[in-house]
């Protein structure tokens, strides 16, 4: 039983999805999704939980292929379409999946793999065959594997069931009160919590539809709100940061227009890191909106938010969500129980099990405190752990690449703050004492991690604290940045 897309019949010719200039309905979605489903099962009755790896622009395709998946019996592991080649390599094969679909757009980056790994590479355009019976699948099936970084070394599969994704979609539909008329702007990376459940499943639940961009642009999204073709939207800091820059590049009759199409919004949401009150403030400037922050994570989905009516105070995060409980711990970390929380860490049972308490809650890593009743982030357990852009980086993933350089003898990666990104990351070097070409290292860099995991700042050991990278704590290589 999927609710998600069983509730799709219900809204049949409605608009799901619009993407590259198309319309797609409900029944479009339930017949393409079927045709894929049959296609994967080519003759068999279930998947049974195999990895299915996709890698497709955000739009139609990827939400039929997605949802075919689950009709099937697989699991959904979708791989992001800006990573390198390295980075894609290490989820397929963490996983082991079995097929990995993909568009034209992605051959080249895909190639070197055909013939590497044992999985099936197989062109997603006309995907499909003949609707087949399909199976029963229960709630508490694997779902969907997602990959985030954590304090140890390589990204982790966080395996969620049907069960974990309907609470989190569920509990957000009920807070931010969704309905049927609503249509929100995509241009959130559909490999993470935030584009998947908040923006996408949360609409398709609702009878709503989704808009798509094909990429991120300031000037796209203003257009889209100026024009009025959306009422909903959700981003991370950066991006509303990006807009109200482009916003004050504009024409005063533009930004006229602009302002006037966003006062009729419903609901504009902020989170994936901290919302600075400068940009909440600057942004209800602009479009009268107050943005309501809400505070989440990969493992759990949406835990805490500010309320859809009442006090939507800077700063803070709000109250737990319906369904989901919250501990501090004595030093303040967070901790959370509730069916909204992952599963297990794929492949990793001692990392899942460092995670929970031996009371079973999830440690989330990120200290508050509770102050006149909404919670307040103060910041991570661990300085190893950046957010940039929102998205989470591990910095000991970094170290690891940079000491396979040939010149690199030791190295330190720290987040350094930044009002545009949140957190930019800085790297410290030891070098063997030759000339490095810093472009040259980026571009090797940059064949090895995700963009967003660059370094944008360097500084050498002539410049560090002290002489000795090991004798050097975070908080010293940080001030050095300064
Ligand atoms: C890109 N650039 C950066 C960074 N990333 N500079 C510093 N730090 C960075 N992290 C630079 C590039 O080098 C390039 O520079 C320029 O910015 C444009 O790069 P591009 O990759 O095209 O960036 P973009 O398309 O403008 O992307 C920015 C973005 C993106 C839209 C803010 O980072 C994004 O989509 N972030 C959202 C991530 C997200 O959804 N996280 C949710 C996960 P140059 O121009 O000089 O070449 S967290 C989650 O799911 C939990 C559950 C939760 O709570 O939500
Ligand atoms: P990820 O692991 O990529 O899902 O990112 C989850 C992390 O993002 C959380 O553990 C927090 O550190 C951070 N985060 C999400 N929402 C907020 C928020 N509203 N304020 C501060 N940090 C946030």
Not at 158 to 164: E, F, L, R, W
Not at 293 to 316: C, F, K, Q, V
């Amino acid at each position: 039983m999927l609710t998600l897309i069983d509730r799709a019949a219900a809204f049949g010719p409605r608009t799901a999805v619009v993407s590259a200039g198309r319309d797609y309905t409900y029944q479009q979605l339930l017949d393409r999704s079927a045709r894929i489903a049959a296609a994967l099962l080519a003759g068999a009755t279930d998947l049974k939980e195999e990895r299915i790896a996709f890698l497709v622009p955000p739009g139609f395709d990827y939400v039929a292929i997605q949802w075919g998946i689950w009709r099937a019996g697989g699991i959904a592991v979708p791989l992001c379409t800006k990573h390198p080649t390295l980075s894609l390599r290490y989820v397929i094969e963490d996983t082991a999946a079995r097929t990995v679909l993909y568009t034209k757009w992605f051959a080249d980056k895909l190639a070197p793999l055909f013939t590497e790994l044992p999985a099936d590479f197989i062109r997603a355009e006309d995907y499909g065959s003949a609707p087949t019976a399909l199976p029963d699948v229960a709630p508490d099936r694997r779902a969907m594997i997602l990959y985030t970084s954590g304090t140890t070394g390589r990204p982790k599969g966080v395996v969620t069931t049907h069960a974990n994704t309907e609470a989190q979609i569920t509990a957000l539909v009920k807070a931010w009160q969704w309905s049927a008329d609503d249509r929100i702007l995509n241009i959130l990376p559909l490999h993470h919590v935030h584009g998947i459940i908040n923006v996408l499943s949360c609409a398709l639940w609702s009878g709503a539809c989704c808009v798509f961009l094909p990429r991120f642009s300031e000037g796209a999204v203003l257009e889209v709100f100026r024009r009025g073709e959306v009422n909903v939207f959700m981003a991370v800091p950066t991006i509303y940061y990006k807009l109200i820059h482009h916003y004050h590049s504009l024409l005063e009759v533009e930004q006229r227009e602009i302002s006037a199409a966003l006062r009729k919004f419903r609901l504009m949401v902020s989170g994936s890191a901290a919302l600075p009150v400068s940009v909440l403030e600057e942004w209800r400037d602009i479009s009268g909106h107050t943005l309501l922050e809400r505070y989440g994570m990969t493992e759990m989905g949406m835990a805490i938010s500010n309320p859809y009516l009442g006090e939507r105070r800077p700063g803070h995060i709000g109250q737990p969500l319906n369904g989901v409980t919250v501990r501090l711990a004595d030093d303040g970390e967070i901790q959370v129980k509730g069916p909204n929380v992952f599963l297990e860490y794929w492949g990793r049972p001692e990392a899942t099990a460092a995670t929970f308490t031996d009371d079973g809650w999830f440690r989330s890593g990120d200290i508050a405190v509770y102050e006149d009743g909404a919670y307040r982030i103060l910041g991570r357990n661990s300085v190893d752990i950046i957010k940039s852009g929102g998205y989470k980086i591990s910095a000991l993933e970094i170290e690891e690449v940079l000491r396979t350089h040939p010149q690199i003898k030791e190295c330190g990666v720290v987040g350094l703050p930044d009002p545009e990104w949140g957190e930019i990351i800085g790297a410290s070097l030891i070098t063997d004492g030759h000339p490095l070409n810093l472009d040259e290292l980026q571009a090797w860099l940059c064949e090895r991690l995700p963009g967003y995991k660059l370094p944008r700042r360097y500084i050498f050991q002539d410049e560090l604290p002290r002489n000795v990278m090991g004798k050097v704590t975070k908080q010293e290589l940080k001030t050095a940045f300064a």
